[in-house]
């Protein structure tokens, strides 16, 4: 987590190796960090997390160096883990990214490290660089307590940041076409591709197992995720959730039908039917009460 401009370089040799813990739920995204990682003989990789409980128990239990983290992660992403580890004890963050350009935004304006993917080789380096000279573990004197605790501020103001940008959108704020966030979906099934959708060209999402099925006109996107996670990254004056295992986007409500037991049929615009479910009735009552 530290500014690509005033970080002073560092000679000489590491005390220690560089304690690393890499944390994404892609076994092939944490391979390729980890093939990156080998040849470096001042790194060593303590832990590989797959997803945000694991990551929190690793950084607790291994007390890392630095933690490379990746954002979208199932059950608690990466913004999750800084907060309930705290930002004051959370070792060196390296967020990583799937060119989200709300993140990558954030993250400029508050000066904190971050690396995109697909991960490579240069940015990587660069990125553990800028690490390595600010644990006084490894470099002692030489590393700038009052630029520690800076970083430490920008994490804290990183995720508040986040916090509030998630607040305003579940009060009901839409953002602008222009500001309208992109969703950075990666397939189960695609040899590390990640495919780049608006969240308002969603029609409708059904979870399915441990997959989501993101149906976006006559295309499906099958991603490993959960739909609480989504719905939080989706515009919440633009979704509806529906019954537990299903979201839908509210332009593409076409009618909503009585059903059995006071639930409801609701057909979307490509001819669609959805089932709500009895914990989601009230949702589907008060959205009828502002659209009549």
């Known amino acids: 987590m530290m500014a690509a401009a005033g970080v002073s370089e560092v000679s000489g040799p590491l005390a220690d190796p560089l304690r690393v813990i890499v944390a994404d739920d892609e076994p092939l995204a944490r391979a390729r960090v980890r093939e990156l990682l080998a040849d470096d003989a001042s790194v060593t990789v303590v832990a590989e997390c797959g997803d945000g409980h694991e990551t929190i128990a690793a950084i607790r239990s291994e007390d890392p160096d630095v933690v490379l983290l990746d954002i979208q992660m199932p059950e608690l992403d990466g913004f999750g883990v800084v907060r309930a580890v705290g930002p004051d004890r959370m070792p060196v963050v390296i967020f990583v990214t799937a060119s989200d350009a709300h993140a990558v935004r954030a ?48 994490l804290t103001a990183l995720v508040a940041d986040v916090a509030a940008v998630a607040g305003t959108a579940a ?67 633009g979704f ?11 332009d593409r409500i076409r009618e909503i039908q009585p059903w059995f037991g006071g639930d409801y049929v609701v057909i979307l615009t490509d001819g669609t039917k959805v089932t709500t479910g009895r914990r989601y009735r009230s949702a589907v009552q008060t959205f009828l009460a502002r659209s009549l």
Do not use: C
């Open 171 to 237: 009060g009901g704020t839409m953002p602008s076409a222009a500001d309208e966030p992109r969703l950075a979906i990666k397939a189960v099934r695609g040899n590390g591709r990640v495919v780049f959708v608006k969240a308002r060209d969603v029609d409708w999402v059904e979870a399915m197992d441990n997959n989501l099925r993101l149906h976006v006109g006559r295309e499906t996107h099958v991603i490993r995720d959960t739909l609480t996670n989504l719905e939080r990254r989706l515009p919440s004056s």
């Open 240 to 250: 509806l959730r529906v019954h537990r295992s299903t979201v839908v986007n509210v």
């Open 107 to 154: 993250f400029e304006v508050h000066a904190v490290d971050y690396v995109l993917k697909p991960v490579s080789r240069e940015r990587l380096s660069e990125a553990l660089r800028r690490a390595k000279s600010q644990i006084p573990r490894l470099y002692g004197a030489t590393a700038d307590p009052a630029a520690i605790i800076d970083l430490r501020s920008r």
